[in-house]
C-alpha cells in the first residue's frame, strides 16, 4: 500500500530564516506531487504541484519554491520567511490521471515568529 | 473562476442522528468532486471520490451524491457517531485547469455529541 510522509511535524522559525519541508511516498512510481498550504480561516491553497522529476509548476507567486529531486521526494523551500508563511502545510500524492483521487500526508505546522 | 461553497460551516448534532453536508459550486465543468475528513491538526483523509459521470458513491455509513448540471454535491452519514467529529471538506477538480488542481471549500466543522 501506498504511505507520504511529511517532515518536521511542527516547526517555529524566525522570520527572515530559511526554510526546507520534505514529503515522500512509498508504495507508487512516478507519482504526481502537490504542496498546498491552509492557513487560519481560509481554505486550502495549492502551492505547487509536479509531474516528474524536476517539473514543478508555481499556481501562486510567493517567496517559496518547490524541487523534486527524486521520483518520490518533494521539497518545499524559502530562502527567506515571511509572517505570512505561517500556515498548515500539506503535501498530496496523485496517480497521474487527472480523474484519480488525491491522497493527503500528515501535514507540517509552520509558526513563522 | 470555480467557487466551492459548503453550508452549514458548523453543525451540532446528538448522537445517532442522520445528517447532511452541503457542497456546492459554479462551474459544472468538473472531471471529479472529492469529499474529505480532517480532524484538529492533521492532514486530510479522503473519503469518497465521485467521477462527473456518476451519481452518488458509497462507503460504509457515507453516501455522497453529485449533480453536475445544478452544481452540488451531498455527503450523507448515516446513524452519526462522536468519532464522526471532525471537519468535513468537499473538493473539484476542473477541467481545463492546472493538473490536479482540487478546488477547495472552506469546510463544515461537525460536532456529534454523545
Known amino acids: 500500500s501506498q504511505t507520504i510522509h511529511q517532515w518536521p511535524a511542527t516547526l517555529v522559525q524566525p522570520v527572515g530564516s530559511p526554510l526546507s519541508l520534505e514529503c515522500t511516498v512509498e508504495g507508487t512510481s512516478n507519482p504526481n506531487l502537490y504542496w498546498y498550504r491552509q492557513a487560519a480561516g481560509r481554505g486550502l491553497q495549492l502551492l505547487f504541484y509536479?509531474?516528474?522529476?524536476?517539473?514543478i509548476s508555481s499556481e501562486v507567486p510567493q517567496n517559496l519554491s518547490a524541487s523534486r529531486p527524486q521520483d518520490r521526494q518533494f521539497i518545499l523551500s524559502s530562502k527567506k520567511l515571511l509572517l505570512s508563511d505561517s500556515g498548515f502545510y500539506l503535501c498530496?500524492?496523485?496517480?497521474?490521471?487527472?480523474?484519480?483521487?488525491?491522497?493527503f500526508g500528515p501535514g507540517t505546522r509552520l509558526t513563522v515568529t | 473562476k470555480q467557487e466551492v461553497t459548503q453550508i452549514p460551516a458548523a453543525l451540532s448534532v446528538p448522537e445517532g442522528e442522520n445528517l447532511v453536508l452541503n457542497c456546492s459550486f459554479t462551474d459544472s465543468a468538473i472531471y471529479n468532486l472529492q469529499w474529505f475528513r480532517q480532524d484538529p491538526g492533521k492532514g486530510l483523509t479522503s473519503l469518497l471520490l465521485i467521477q462527473s459521470s456518476q451519481r452518488e458513491q458509497t462507503s460504509g455509513r457515507l453516501n455522497a451524491s453529485l449533480d453536475k448540471s445544478s452544481g452540488r454535491s451531498t455527503l450523507y452519514i448515516a446513524a452519526s457517531q462522536p468519532g464522526d467529529s471532525a471537519t468535513y471538506l468537499c473538493a473539484v477538480k476542473n477541467y481545463g485547469g492546472s493538473q490536479g488542481n482540487l478546488i477547495f471549500g472552506k469546510g463544515t466543522k461537525l460536532s456529534v455529541k454523545p
Open positions: 509536479s509531474v516528474g522529476i524536476g517539473q
Open positions: 498530496a500524492w496523485s496517480m497521474g490521471e487527472q480523474s484519480y483521487e488525491q491522497y
